[in-house]
């Protein structure tokens, strides 16, 4: 009885969190309703809370502290990105990132998780600048997304393939890997280029497909393993790796998470009432943190239980090319997002013309 009423003092302090979050940020002066804020700035089912266009650049930096629709979303991933910057801290204590080239798959994803939660909270705190400012950080968004693709893709390939699996796509998974994650890049940011254009089915195609095709493949590794591992415990040939439960995990938290991005849950049953708490798009940061964690950990513990398997496995000077190939994706969706936006300011300074005439 003791035990039971601890727990429900805990769950009514659990209640009362959105609460305490609405009295501890002071409201952003003047935020906007939906109607009064430019198309391309609404999202379903959220009515308020939103910042106005062409304030300074100190206006919405400030905004970090203050309460909007977006506050959630920013410190969702500024949160995330500077825990993964101090995993990196205590990681370089013990792993020899600069002589080691077997640590460096590791390396890449540590550099690119914190490079897509990075870009995203900028993305989402300096994005309602004005229409330009929109697409471009949200570009920077996409390309921080191709570069997590890749490090996923590569401590996948290094660390936890199995023997099989790698015989069927050595020499090709790690350049079909890059070419899925520019992909994915370019289709996020075209769906977003002809966000009002097209129709909503055919924008999320454009931004889902690629990035589907590409997390299977990276993933392609992980799930072969626990095919094995399910066959091997079929048999009573059991044998626990700790980083499973861990890849596990990632796959659990990266499937909701997809879930969560692609349907307006719970925001389309409480039209409204999740402006500033509780809408979709915050628990899709919050699931793509955790699994973000979860891969971390488990490649980490890969790298150190499974080093006389993957050294074996892989060809000397194979990391350094990792590495470079890293660069060139990194480019490559770099570039791509550049000629996108160049492609909106065209857009923008012809309908400004116009509006003119």
């Not at 921080?144 to 936890?160: E, R, T, W």
Request: glycine share 6%; aromatic share 18%; proline share 4%.
């Amino acid at each position: 009885m003791e035990r039971l009423g601890r727990l429900f003092i805990n769950l009514q302090q659990v209640r009362q969190v959105p609460q305490m979050l609405t009295e501890a940020l002071p409201c952003t002066a003047n935020t906007l309703r939906d109607t009064e804020v430019p198309c391309f700035f609404r999202e379903r089912y959220i009515h308020s809370g939103y910042r106005p266009l062409h304030q300074t650049w100190r206006y919405y930096f400030w905004s970090l502290l203050q309460r909007h629709n977006e506050t959630i979303n920013v410190w969702t991933h500024l949160i995330g990105a500077l825990v993964v910057l101090s995993k990196i801290a205590r990681f370089a204590e013990t792993v020899d990132f600069m002589n080691d080239p077997h640590s460096w798959p590791l390396l890449i994803l540590l550099l690119s998780s914190a490079s897509y939660l990075t870009f995203s909270t900028v993305a989402h705190l300096l994005a309602a600048k004005s229409e330009l400012c929109h697409y471009g950080f949200f570009y920077l968004d996409y390309v921080g997304v191709a570069l997590y693709q890749y490090g996923s893709a590569v401590v996948h390939y290094y660390y936890a393939i199995e023997e099989s699996w790698h015989a069927c796509v050595r020499g090709c998974f790690m350049p079909i890997a890059s070419f899925l994650c520019c992909l994915s890049c370019f289709g996020c940011c075209y769906g977003k280029y002809r966000n009002y254009s097209l129709p909503s089915w055919v924008r999320k195609i454009g931004q889902v497909v690629p990035s589907a095709l590409a997390y299977s493949w990276d993933t392609s590794p992980v799930f072969h393993r626990f095919v094995i591992w399910f066959l091997s415990w079929t048999r009573g040939d059991f044998r626990s790796s700790p980083a499973l439960l861990f890849h596990f995990g990632q796959v659990v938290f990266f499937l909701s998470s997809a879930f969560f991005f692609t349907q307006p849950v719970p925001e389309c049953w409480f039209p409204g009432h999740c402006d500033f708490l509780g809408h979709g798009h915050q628990v899709f940061h919050v699931l793509m943190f955790l699994c973000t964690v979860c891969q971390i950990h488990g490649s980490y513990l890969d790298y150190l239980n499974r080093r006389g398997f993957y050294v074996k496995l892989h060809a000397d000077g194979e990391a350094l090319f990792f590495v470079v190939l890293f660069i060139l994706t990194f480019i490559t969706s770099a570039l791509i997002a550049l000629y996108m936006l160049a492609k909106v300011k065209r857009l923008i300074g012809y309908r400004e013309k116009l509006c003119k005439e």
